[in-house]
């Protein structure tokens, strides 16, 4: 195990007081691991029970371009670990009643375990965007966004939910540093449904002592230099500042951010919440972005994925 505190304060050797650099927790790396972990167990699988599969339903309504850029490295990813995907687009005309009945006929079909629902749905139609994520049935909720998983999930229930999959992939870093997260002080910044109240309740049954931090929060540098843990999904550009980030700490960073950047072919590049030179120079580890949080999100469908057929099998009294 490598220990926090081998990895705080100054280099070991260095001159002139110079800090030392951060261990960059590679999201790339750790997601190509979690990857090929789940392409052997479905290859297993595949051996095992004659052909079996697991299999996922992306359902999209509309066409946003980045919408079809997320489903299109979802599809990637299956494809490469061998999870039967299927991409379902309903026109953006399509009306809530039209979407709850592809739900429904994916809940129905005991072939498919897994079902997201991409959002921001792109309908001209009004469509109850709580009432969607609801619909989808609790054991194919990969994305872990309904009622049932996130409830599961805030009373401790880790083994029978599916959490959400940027939380998720978060935990799989903090893994990989090997620092424990028992009895450690975290800091999360967001409390939204997708990305910090979940990331909360996970660092919270990990046996962390948990501060959530929001946009009202009074004293947020304060808070934030209590964390021996940080994780940061805000979605404001570089408002974690380095000489709030208290030495050593593991500092994850979810955001995805657009600036302008004439010397980019696309005219911008993107960063993360955090300020990663000046925070590089206190923490023990810290994630980059992009490279970080980002690869993570799809490995972890692709965990839930999986972990759904497993379920499925165990069910089946197959495994
Ligand atoms: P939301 O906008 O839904 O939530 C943002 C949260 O940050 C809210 O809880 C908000 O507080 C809080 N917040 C906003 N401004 C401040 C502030 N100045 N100080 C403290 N807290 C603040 O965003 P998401 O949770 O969906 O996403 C967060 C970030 O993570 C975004 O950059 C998003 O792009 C990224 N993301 C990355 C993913 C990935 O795969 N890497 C996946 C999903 C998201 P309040 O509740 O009070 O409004």
Redesign the pocket.
Known sequence: MISLVAHSFWAPGCQGGRRSMATIISGIKTSKLVRERLKMEVDKMESHFSGFRPSLVVLQVGDRDDSNLYISSKLKAAAEIGIDAKHVRLPRTATQDELLQSIMSVNENPSVHGLIVQLPLDSVSPINTELITNAVSPEKDVDGLSCINAGKLSRGDLNSCFIPC?PS?CMELIRQTGVSVEGKHAVV????K???APMHDLLLWHHATVTS?????AD?PEQVGRADILVV????AE?VRGEWVKQGAVVID????YIPDATKKSSKRVIG?VHYTSANQRAGFITPVPGG??P??VAMLMENTVQSARRFLLKMNLS
């Open positions: 940027t992939g910044i967001g409390r939204s997708i990305v910090g931090c929001h946009s009202k929060t947020l999904g805000a979605g404001r408002m979810c955001g995805i951010n919440d949080v980002g993570m999100t």
